[in-house]
Each structure stands twice: as structure tokens, then as C-alpha cells.
């Protein structure tokens, strides 16, 4: 079965900096590609990074340069190191995974998802 845990939400100062974590189980992570999406209250969820099963990464234009995904196989975690974080950044974190690989920041296309984590940046 297959399952996601976010962690590492909190809230921080513009400026600051968070990192989340994403433990999967029921799969091995080397082969899903696995994403970092999230929602701000009345907006749409959008992609923020993602990671292929190459490690190849692409992320929003928007985090481009603060953000950065990564993942440990061996652990079967993902994370997101956030650097810089503005207010614009709160929102539910939720991580999601697919199988085989993609680099598409689009939440449809991906299979399984967290419950998410809250994060909150004030200015």
C-alpha cells in the first residue's frame, strides 16, 4: 500500500527557511517520480518542484533558485530544502509520487499524494 507522510512545516519569518520531508513506504522511491505541489486557500494546487527517477529536477519559475528537491533512495524520503521563503509561500505543502518517470509540475498526473503540511511565512 502505498503511503506518504509529509513533515517540516512550521511557520517562519520572511527571510527564513524551512525543509520538508516526504517518507514513502509500499514502493521504492528510485522508481517513481515524485513532486512538491501546494495550495494556498481559494487557489488552485500547483506544482512547485518535482523529481525525476533520474534525479533530473525542474521547478516553478516562482521558487526557482530558493527551492531545491531532493531524495535519499536508500531512505525512501524526499525532500524540499526552501531558502528565502516569502509570504507569497504559505500554502499546504503535499508531496506525490508516480510511477516511472516525468518532470510534469501538473498535479493531475500524479497517482498518490500526503496529507500535506502547513507552512507559514509572515512578513
Known amino acids: 500500500q502505498v503511503q506518504l507522510v509529509e513533515s517540516g512545516g512550521g511557520s517562519v519569518q520572511a527571510g527564513g527557511s524551512l525543509r520538508l520531508s516526504c517518507e514513502a513506504s509500499?514502493?521504492?522511491?528510485?522508481?517513481?517520480?515524485m513532486g512538491w505541489f501546494r495550495q494556498a486557500p481559494g487557489k488552485e494546487r500547483e506544482g512547485v518542484a518535482v523529481i525525476g527517477t533520474d534525479s533530473r529536477t525542474r521547478y516553478a519559475e516562482s521558487v526557482k533558485g530558493r527551492f531545491t528537491i531532493s531524495k535519499d533512495n536508500a531512505k525512501n524520503i524526499l525532500y524540499l530544502q526552501m531558502n528565502s521563503l516569502k509570504p507569497e509561500d504559505t500554502a499546504m505543502y503535499y508531496c506525490?509520487?508516480?510511477?516511472?518517470?516525468?518532470?510534469?509540475?501538473?498535479?493531475?498526473?500524479?497517482?498518490?499524494w500526503g496529507q500535506g503540511t502547513q507552512v507559514t511565512v509572515s512578513s
Open positions: 506525490a509520487a508516480r510511477a516511472g518517470w516525468t518532470l510534469t509540475l501538473g498535479p493531475d498526473r500524479y497517482n498518490y
Open positions: 509500499g514502493f521504492p522511491l528510485s522508481t517513481y517520480s
